[in-house]
């Protein structure tokens, strides 16, 4: 899977937060940076950008993951 569609999931799961959830703050920034790579990303990217884009997409998966914990408990 390509790193636009893997943010695209990631940006949309994250969309999903409940806004009574600690993390729904916390996920809007990364949330925000995904989308400014997914629609700035139409050209080739850099080694930086993939490095970056990389970092955003771990941030947010840790994210959801703390999300997902804390439905459960």
């Given at each position: 899977?390509?790193?636009?569609?893997?943010?695209?999931?990631?940006?949309?799961?994250?969309?999903r937060i409940s806004q009574d959830s600690i993390w729904?703050?916390?996920?809007?920034?990364?949330?925000?940076?995904?989308?400014?790579?997914?629609?700035?990303?139409?050209?080739?990217?850099?080694?930086?950008?993939?490095?970056?884009?990389?970092?955003?997409?771990?941030?947010?998966?840790?994210?959801?993951?703390?999300?997902?914990k804390d439905l459960v408990t």
């Open positions: 899977m390509t790193r636009i569609k893997v943010a695209k999931l990631l940006e949309s799961r994250l969309e729904a703050h916390r996920s809007s920034g990364i949330r925000g940076s995904l989308l400014n790579m997914i629609y700035s990303s139409v050209e080739e990217i850099t080694e930086d950008e993939k490095i970056l884009f990389d970092e955003l997409i771990f941030k947010a998966s840790e994210i959801l993951k703390s999300a997902g």
